[in-house]
């Protein structure tokens, strides 16, 4: 079976343990942004039953948790066999942020290399990123507006101890058959109270593997 193909899937028909590389975008430098997306559950929380039975509404989402690898075009190009130098196939778009580039869609279902697959890799912190930080600092928001974890779009603020929950995202190389040691924190509604407190000890958090 050949791998790395293109338009050999999509978000809407997307599985538990299938990764997809969505997009590439061009950037304000001379490398490019990968996009990969993947249907990330916690041990002992399944899937949404609300997710399922409002598939139709847009509020609700496919799941897919994503993650943005940054490549340089010329390693990219050998690694997918797909020209991504500037005479590429690049099309102008919007990102999911309203911004304009120049960007691929892919729709790689299950992208590898050398027998290795891409995977999404999720874990919590109650600590928002550098990144994270300067992208609310940048927005003039404070940073739990934009990056703090939710209920669902626009719903209440989802805690762990009183402290706000953020996401980071990574993306894996793993040999198949292997999962991803995802990490979520467990929230104040599932321990059944709220209790505030600045660390976080190992048996609080969900390893997913």
């Known amino acids: ?37 993947e249907i990330v559950v916690a041990k ?9 039975l409002n598939s139709s509404d847009n509020r609700f989402s496919s799941g897919a948790r994503f993650s943005w690898s940054i490549a340089e ?20 778009g919007v990102k999911a942020n309203g911004n304009t580039c120049e960007m691929m869609e892919l729709n790689i279902l299950n992208p590898t290399f050398n ?19 300067k992208y609310a600092d940048d927005m003039g928001v404070d940073v739990t507006e934009t990056q703090a974890k939710r209920a669902g779009k626009d719903g209440d603020y989802i805690l762990h101890q009183g402290q706000h929950i953020f996401m980071n995202s990574y993306v894996d190389l793993l040999p198949e ?13 599932e321990r059944g109270t709220v209790k505030a407190n600045t660390g976080v000890k190992a048996d609080e958090v969900e390893v997913m593997m």
């Open 177 to 189: 058959g292997n999962n991803p040691e995802s990490i979520f924190l467990t929230s104040d509604t």
């Open 73 to 92: 075009p010329l390693d990219a190009s050998e690694v997918f066999g797909i020209n991504f130098g500037d005479d590429g196939d690049w099309e102008m």
């Open 44 to 52: 002992n929380r399944p899937v949404s039953a609300m997710t399922v």
């Open 1 to 37: 079976m050949e791998t790395n193909q293109l338009n050999s899937g999509s978000l809407k028909e997307l599985q538990v343990g299938e990764c997809l590389l969505t997009k590439v975008y061009k950037t304000k430098t001379e490398k490019i942004q990968f996009e990969f997306a």
């Open 115 to 133: 027998d290795l697959r891409f995977r999404v890799r999720l874990v919590e912190t109650t600590e928002p990123t550098a990144n994270q930080q």
